[in-house]
């Protein structure tokens, strides 16, 4: 059977990119999971820095390895499979959330501030889950 899990494929090169994809990956959800902990800590000019400076970085590595693992990848993982595609749209959305609710209610103290951040994490949390399930499942396949 030719369906593989595209993590499996059997060159190193393959490997290599696909673990560095997986690290670009807890790089770039992992600070946003203690962001509300961190600012009830005062921490705001930190994680404000560690936010443009890491995060946001790592989800623009975390799409170029992608790609690299969809170009490398069998026929079967080329960019036509709706798997691929609603990954896609889902990192984009995580990019939107991230510069433009998370980055600006990090240094707002405001009641408002805290909802927004409160609210950008909350999606994170969501898009991290649904670009689990679709690396996982990988419907369309």
């Known amino acids: 059977m030719r369906a593989v899990l595209a993590i499996l494929l059997d060159t190193?090169?393959?490997r290599l990119m696909a673990f560095a994809h997986i690290a670009?990956?807890?790089?770039?959800?992992g600070?946003?999971?203690l962001y509300p902990q961190l600012r009830r800590a005062g921490a705001t000019a930190a994680i404000a820095?560690?936010?443009?400076?890491?995060?946001?970085?790592?989800?623009?590595?975390?799409?170029?390895?992608?790609m690299g693992l969809?170009?490398?990848?069998?026929?079967?993982?080329?960019?036509?499979?709706?798997w691929l595609a609603l990954s896609l749209v889902n990192w984009f959305a995580l990019v939107l959330v991230s510069w433009f609710l998370i980055r600006p209610?990090?240094?707002?103290?405001?009641?408002?501030?805290?909802?927004?951040?409160?609210?950008?994490?909350?999606v994170t949390h969501l898009g991290l889950v649904i670009g689990l399930a679709l690396m996982i499942w990988k419907p369309g396949l």
């Open 31 to 33: 600070p946003v999971l």
């Open 49 to 66: 820095a560690s936010h443009l400076r890491v995060t946001l970085p790592a989800l623009v590595v975390l799409w170029v390895l992608g």
């Open 105 to 122: 209610a990090l240094t707002d103290d405001s009641d408002a501030g805290r909802a927004k951040l409160a609210a950008g994490v909350g």
């Open 12 to 14: 190193f090169a393959y």
């Open 70 to 82: 969809a170009g490398m990848s069998e026929d079967a993982y080329k960019m036509s499979q709706l």
């Open 24 to 29: 670009a990956a807890v790089v770039a959800f």
